[in-house]
């Protein structure tokens, strides 16, 4: 949680200030820039074309938080892409070592309790060396680094994002480009 809210903050070009006495508590106190206008709001068919007619596929969803990967399902809810969403990284592992999908692409988080998301895309990554892969995570620190995601070909998109920065994604990478 912290450090998707740093994340947010520092994207923002804000700065977060803690401080913490015994006995009293912590405080956290984020200073956030001023915005002199408003962003205008842009609805997500007028940015992102889905073409049902090409823009379809089998995709690995590989996230431990079930929330967050109940609203990335909703996300995908008006397209074409088969979305595979098991509940742990360890069932998303039995399932690529079946080998009955095809993946067209995995969209993973990066750090999870059990599995991290570099090493679910080295066991897909084997048995289909074609698959794309879309790392998400919060972190913003050397984490992302230390597990070598973006030098394994790998796209990234940083927590938090709304459906259509995800969709934006997904349409890039699965039109190759």
Do not use: C, W
Not at 17 to 40: K, Q, R, Y
Not at 45 to 51: F, G, L, M, P, Y
Not at 72 to 94: G, H, Q, R, S, W
């Amino acid at each position: 949680g912290l450090s998707t809210v740093f994340g947010i903050v520092k994207q923002s070009g804000g700065f977060i200030n803690v401080t913490s006495e015994v006995d009293v508590g912590t405080t956290f106190s984020i200073l956030m820039p001023l915005v002199a206008t408003p962003i205008a709001e842009k609805k997500v068919e007028d940015v992102v074309k889905i073409d049902k007619t090409t823009d379809k596929g089998n995709i690995l969803l590989v996230e431990d938080e079930e929330s967050l990967r109940q609203v990335m399902l909703e996300m995908f809810a008006d397209t074409n892409y088969k979305i595979f969403a098991p509940d742990t990284p360890k069932e998303a592992v039995a399932l690529i070592e079946k080998n009955e999908i095809k993946f067209d692409l995995m969209i993973s988080d990066v750090i999870m309790p059990t599995i991290s998301g570099p090493e679910v895309a080295k066991k897909l990554l084997a048995i289909n060396p074609n698959v794309k892969v879309l790392f998400i995570s919060g972190y913003l620190d050397d984490s992302l680094t230390k597990h070598d995601i973006m030098r394994n070909r790998a796209s990234f998109l940083p927590k938090p994002f709304t459906s259509l920065h995800l969709l934006e994604k997904v349409t890039t990478i699965m039109k190759g480009h």
